[in-house]
């Protein structure tokens, strides 16, 4: 089996950053892209960029300059480095995975998200 469970999230002034981590476990033989997103309540499910496995990346307009994704291959984790965090960067972040399990085939992989509240 194979799990994808993200931490780091937590209650931060206007202003300041956080840092996110996703971390498969399990039965994994590689993984190919992973993503972020985010859901805030009463909106949908927005993806903010993702990083292949060669460490190329690529983000929303929204997040670029402010949110940087980068990934420990080693670790089987997946980063999200936020600065200058908004209240409207308040959500659930959630982080998915292409990963090649024990069927030998890459399928795709859920968090079940970490909450961030930016707020004074």
């Known amino acids: 089996q194979v799990q994808l469970v993200e931490s780091g999230g937590g209650l931060v002034e206007p202003g300041g950053s956080l840092r996110l981590s996703c971390e498969a476990s399990g039965t994994v033989f590689g993984i190919n892209n992973m993503r972020w997103y985010r859901q805030a309540p009463g909106k949908e499910r927005e993806l903010l960029g993702y990083?292949?496995?060669?460490?190329?990346?690529d983000y929303v307009d929204s997040i670029k300059g402010r949110f940087t994704i980068s990934r420990d291959n080693a670790k089987n984790t997946v980063y999200l480095q936020m600065n200058s965090l908004k209240p409207e960067d308040t959500a659930v972040y959630i982080c998915s995975a292409e990963i090649l399990d024990w069927t030998s085939r890459y399928r795709d992989y859920w968090g079940r998200g970490t909450q961030v509240t930016v707020s004074s």
């Open positions: 990083i292949t496995r060669d460490l190329a990346t």
